[in-house]
């Protein structure tokens, strides 16, 4: 690695070492819940390390726990997972010229943690090279995925309940809270932000979490158009609007 | 559950279905550029889909059986203002962990 590769490997290590503390217990209680849903330590683990997921990883094991079949686990935990494909279309402008082999590494470890830190930080450094994002992205990745494994393992070992009120079940919504909130820098990113909240509220009928997924394209719809408005002008704003 | 063979095809479709949606734009579109409507869309995927994903866990934690949650309001509010404040991940995430857990603690 070059000095600026691992400065911003470095940097990366540094940005993602809190999540050491969210991602961990969040691990950990998974671990828990799988044996507590009758899998041994392998298969906590094997699960773990197939799929790098917790909230889709928390579904598939509801469900199954719930007896429901296969197939409806799949899909269910598959469809909380669409969010990445949105994240790989999102990091694909930063990364995109990387070897392929790069790519696929960086693929299986796109979290929600590596995406969000990462994708806040390649838009305010826009002159780093590719070698120094890569770098950054994997800085991110150490301090968190490792421990996802071993964790899970601890967790899965251990086998018993963490008592509810611990308060452990909002490490999660925090994490994604503190990571959206410095990026709330712009009006496009606030009304994105605001209609993704309100169509997320409002649609949580919706099956298989299709309700976020909608939430989410609604927010980058209102994001996009309020970009266009404010940068180009209302005249022009409007006519490509009636086109969208 | 007791059927192993359901088990391991749950994991080894989910692993399969996860690397594919994330590998999907990173891998198959690569270098080749996109148009600039998509890339004006994608530009928000973060400051939407993040949020979306967690309004309804704030709202309705399923800790407190879907019940509105003060500690958990509260811990929201103090990580959203502390982070769009200081623009700082870890300061936004220190402020909602002490905020929950002070609120919880004062609350019973």
């Known amino acids: ?244 | 559950m007791t059927d192993r063979l359901e088990l391991w095809l749950v994991i080894a479709g989910l692993a399969v279905g996860s690397f594919g949606l994330r590998f999907v734009f990173l891998g198959l579109v690569g270098n080749r550029p996109m148009p600039e409507w998509l890339l004006r869309h994608l530009r928000y995927t973060a400051v939407s889909i993040l949020p979306a994903l967690v309004a309804p866990l704030v709202l309705w934690p399923a800790a407190t059986g879907g019940e509105p949650d003060p500690a958990r309001l509260g811990a929201t509010f103090a990580a959203l203002g502390v982070g769009v404040a200081t623009r700082n991940v870890f300061a936004g995430l220190f402020s909602g962990a002490i905020t929950l857990f002070a609120l919880m603690a004062w609350l019973g």
């Not at chain 1, 993602?16 to 507590?36: C, K």
């Not at chain 1, 197939?71 to 598959?78: F, K, P, Q, T």
């Open chain 1, 1 to 244: 690695m070059t000095t600026t590769a691992k400065s911003a490997y470095w940097k990366g290590v540094r940005d993602a070492a809190p999540f050491f503390f969210i991602v961990s217990p969040f691990a950990l209680l998974f671990g828990v819940v799988a044996t507590e849903a009758g899998l041994n330590v392998f298969e906590a683990l094997a699960f773990s390390v197939a799929v790098i997921a917790g909230a889709a990883q928390f579904t598939a094991l509801q469900l199954l726990q719930d007896d429901a079949p296969a197939i409806i686990a799949l899909v269910s935990a598959l469809a909380v997972n669409l969010r990445m494909a949105m994240y790989s279309a999102s990091l694909t402008p930063y990364l995109g010229a990387a070897p392929l082999w790069k790519r696929a590494f960086v693929a299986y470890f796109l979290v929600d943690q590596s995406y969000g830190l990462s994708i806040g930080t390649f838009e305010r450094h826009r002159d780093w090279s590719m070698s120094q994002k890569l770098a950054y992205f994997f800085g991110v990745v150490s301090p968190v995925c490792p421990f996802w494994y071993v964790f899970t393992v601890v967790g899965a070992l251990i086998g018993e309940a963490i008592p509810p009120s611990l308060g452990l079940d909002f490490a999660l919504p925090i994490t994604f809270i503190a990571m959206v909130a410095p990026m709330l820098r712009s009006l496009p990113h606030l009304a994105a932000c605001f209609t993704a909240v309100s169509a997320s509220l409002l649609l949580t009928w919706l099956p298989l979490n299709l309700g976020l997924l909608a939430a989410g394209l609604l927010g980058m719809i209102a994001g996009a158009a309020v970009e266009l408005r404010t940068m180009r002008g209302h005249d022009v704003a409007q006519g490509e609007e009636a086109e969208a």
